[in-house]
């Protein structure tokens, strides 16, 4: 995510306005400037910013009744107001509308400078509560899919396989020529309880912890294995499949079955999506990508994190843009007999890998999906410290 440094400086000076931006631009910051509140309402519906700075005595709408709206409508931005003669009702109805802070003109440029600063912080952590936020409710979820899920293996799964066999029997019974109708509602049954049983299976996959049995790893033998077993199906389906396997790939710290359930899922999701279309492709691609330092995922070190980037495509099919995130959420499905949770298993096995699962589709130059699976390379240790390690 982009750091919080977007600012809008409001003041009807020029000369103030243009001095706060440079001084705040030579610091890092991107800032801009507005004349008045109507001008900067105007911005503010147009673009993002983190931090509102303005004047309060100003013509058309003053700092205070900016303050006000933009709180109505943009609660997110934090607002510093500044004012030349510093009033006691202005800074009470700034306290009242909560403003960041109320500094007095003339402003030094420590205090500015210091302000803005710790008004990021405030921004970074709130922004860090909410993700951390997100991640316990996730997790209380996950807690009680898991407690239904321990029923349903229990209980649905049992009763399932049962019914399974005594279909099976029924339809061994009945094989005279004149039963071809029990036969045929026999087959229904078994085909409606196999659903079922994926359905129950897969949900249980999804609400499980897995815990991972990591080992070193090269990622192309888990493709290798992924395409041995989905291939009979494709060649079934007439898909040319193309493999794009990058040599010398570094190894990584993975569980390589559950690692290849998440491969598996986007691979049969790219066939299912290929469907009966003729002449269409799947290529498996993996390469290795070192992210350039910058705002990309980079170790605590600082040293630029290596990955290993595995991109499953599919001709043949496209994501509707409204469809892009929610594929990956459980249960979305557009399949009449989807369960909606391959994605939602992958994102999550992928994710405790450390990586990271993105899609892109596209109707240009012909119909394309890709799942892109990003893992990251970590370090293995030396080969003498493993043994002094088994020695001790
Ligand atoms: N390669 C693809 N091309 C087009 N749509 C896809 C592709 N992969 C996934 N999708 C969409 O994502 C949805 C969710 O996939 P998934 O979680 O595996 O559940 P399911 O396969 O049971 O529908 C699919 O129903 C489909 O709409
Ligand atoms: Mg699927």
Same mark, same amino acid.
Request: proline share 4%.
């Given at each position: ?22 001084? !705040? ?67 009470? =109805? ?47 979820? !996950? ?58 299976? =897969? ?32 060649? !079934? ?6 493999? =794009? ?129 990003? !893992? ?17």
């Amino acid at each position: 995510m982009a750091s919080p440094n977007r600012i809008l400086i409001v003041d009807d000076e020029m000369a103030t306005r243009e001095i706060c931006r440079d001084f !705040l631009a030579e610091n890092g910051f991107e800032a801009e400037t507005a004349s008045d509140g109507n001008e900067a309402l105007q911005k503010l519906d147009r673009e993002t910013y983190n931090i509102l700075l303005s004047d309060i005595q100003m013509p058309k709408l003053d700092g205070v009744a900016l303050l006000r709206e933009s709180r109505k409508r943009f609660p997110e931005i934090e607002v510093i107001l500044m004012t030349a003669y510093g009033g006691l009702p202005s800074a009470i =109805e700034a306290i009242r509308f909560e403003a960041y802070d109320y500094l007095t003109k003339p402003i030094s440029r420590e205090i500015l400078l210091n302000t803005v600063r710790r008004c990021i912080e405030k921004i970074e952590l709130r922004r860090k509560l909410k993700e951390t936020n997100k991640k316990l409710l996730e997790q209380e979820r !996950l807690a009680a899919l898991g407690s239904v899920s321990a029923w349903l293996s229990h209980r649905m799964r049992n009763s399932l396989s049962v019914i399974l066999m005594c279909s099976h029997y029924l339809r061994t019974r009945f094989n005279a020529p004149g039963d071809a109708e029990t036969q045929e509602v026999v087959g229904a049954i078994i085909e409606k309880v196999k659903l079922l049983e994926k359905t129950t299976t =897969e949900f249980i996959n999804y609400s499980r912890s897995y815990d991972l049995q990591k080992v070193t790893e090269d990622v192309n033998v888990i493709l290798a294995d992924v395409i041995k077993s989905v291939s009979v199906h494709m060649r !079934l389906s007439d898909v040319t499949l193309r493999q =794009e396997l990058s040599e010398g790939l570094p190894k990584i710290q993975c569980d390589p079955h559950i690692l290849n359930e998440a491969f598996e899922n986007v691979l049969m999701n790219a066939a299912q999506a290929i469907g009966e279309q003729k002449g269409q492709a799947i290529i498996v691609k993996s390469e290795c990508v070192t992210s350039t330092p910058g705002p990309t995922p980079q170790t605590s070190s600082g040293e630029p994190l290596r990955t290993v980037a595995v991109t499953i495509t599919n001709t043949g099919s496209v994501i509707p843009e409204a469809n892009m995130e929610r594929i990956f959420r459980p249960f979305f499905t557009t399949k009449d007999y989807g369960t909606g949770l391959g994605l939602a298993i992958t994102k999550r096995i992928v994710e405790q890998h450390g990586g990271a699962i993105s899609v892109e589709s596209s109707e240009q130059g012909g119909k394309k999906t890709s799942i892109r699976i990003v !893992l990251p390379v970590t370090a293995e240790r030396p080969a003498a410290e493993n043994a002094e390690e088994n020695r001790g």
